[in-house]
């Protein structure tokens, strides 16, 4: 018996006695109370009937907008999060650490039950990584890693392996080459330095090459991952460098950028100086299938539906593996030709 009804069968109605008015009145002021805790009940704790206190947020630390890439992965967060219903806070960085520590502290202080940012850079997240874990709000790291030694800082990386993406481009590259007795002279344009894909990169196609001496790079220098800064540094190693057979590019904005140079100098992209590059956005395939680039190594930005799948479970308190590595392919110019049609990106 609840207290409304409790108090109605108490009271002894007699409708000539003054009294009784007093009663009916503390008794309406009773249900309206009682009304009023049952409505505040729904909105405090989680509803059984999935309501509003079962939805998640993520406060979500995106580096910025610098390459086709990364609008990519910044649509398929965003449109991912609506499709599972996650409440999305999300921060473009503009590509400066400061501003992404400066998000995640605000996602802390307000309380979001998860927290998934692509570190610009690999060094200098443990301060605040720890200021998370002690608010007991668990993390995901997408697309890009850090190198803290602490792996309990995060709950899981969901991303692509750079390094085996740097492998790819060099087995291309010793595959293409392996009837010439070189010496083949390789400039190479990084990614933004001290990034995750910009040092594995690096290192998987060093590897790769550094079998065969008649492999050089002659140069090596960031475009930090844009197409302005491609063709600005291309543009200075045409000038340093009159031999060049190969372009390395971290991405394929930085060589859309540099094939801009190659062509200011009056050379043919793809044919005087051969050019790979990494991630197969439509741009770059495009450029592929014109025979002005000849080789891609796929990057897919395709993460949201594997991190909201991810961050539901982490909300839950489920186990996730540590390390998620997205599935990607390679493409020649033939290739290309028949991909491009149904690019998604
Ligand atoms: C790779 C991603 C890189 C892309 C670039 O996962 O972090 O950043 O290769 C982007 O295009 O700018």
């Given amino acids: 018996m609840n207290a409304v009804h409790r108090m109605l069968t108490l009271t002894n109605f007699r409708k000539d006695t003054p009294h009784v008015l007093k009663k009916i009145s503390v008794l309406v002021a009773a249900v309206v109370a009682l009304a009023g805790c049952g409505s ?7 509803d059984p009937a999935g309501g509003a206190g079962d939805s998640i947020t993520m406060g979500f630390s995106q580096v ?6 990364r609008t990519a992965n910044t649509k398929s967060v965003q449109e991912s999060a609506k499709s599972a219903g996650i409440e999305l806070k999300f921060s473009d960085a503009q590509q400066k650490q400061e501003n992404q520590i400066k998000a995640l502290r605000s996602f802390i202080q307000q309380k979001v039950d998860v927290i998934a940012f692509s570190p610009v850079v690999e060094s200098g997240w443990d301060t605040v990584l720890k200021e998370a874990q002690n608010a007991k709000i668990p993390v995901i790291l997408t697309d890009r890693a850090v190198d803290s030694k602490d792996t309990s800082l995060y709950k899981t990386f969901l991303g692509s392996d750079f390094v085996e993406e740097g492998k790819k481009a060099g087995q291309w590259l010793v595959e293409e080459y392996k009837d010439e007795s070189g ?43 844009t197409r302005a800064k491609g063709k600005e540094v291309m543009e200075a ?9 190969v372009l390395y590019a971290h991405n394929d904005d930085m060589g859309l950028g540099a094939i801009e140079a190659i062509e200011g100098a009056g050379k043919t992209p793809g044919a005087d100086i051969k050019i790979i590059t ?28 594997q991190l909201m799948d991810l961050a539901k479970k982490v909300v839950a308190g489920e186990q996730v593996p540590p390390r998620v590595v997205t599935e990607e392919t390679t493409f ?3 290739q290309a030709k028949q991909a491009l049609p149904s690019r998604q990106y």
């Fill in 183 to 225: 010496p083949v002279n390789i400039v190479e344009l990084q990614g933004t330095t001290g990034s995750a894909p910009a040092n594995d990169r690096k290192a998987g196609f060093a590897e790769v090459i550094g079998a065969d001496p008649k492999f050089k790079i002659i140069a090596s220098q960031t475009g930090d991952f």
């Fill in 40 to 46: 505040n009940s729904g909105s405090t704790g989680s």
């Fill in 278 to 305: 990494v991630d197969a956005v439509k741009d770059g395939m495009q450029a592929l299938a014109d025979g002005k680039i000849n080789y891609i190594v796929e990057c897919s930005p395709l993460l949201g539906p």
């Fill in 237 to 245: 190693f045409l000038k340093s460098n009159p031999d060049i057979d």
């Fill in 332 to 334: 020649t110019q033939e």
């Fill in 64 to 69: 910025g907008a610098e390459s086709g890439w």
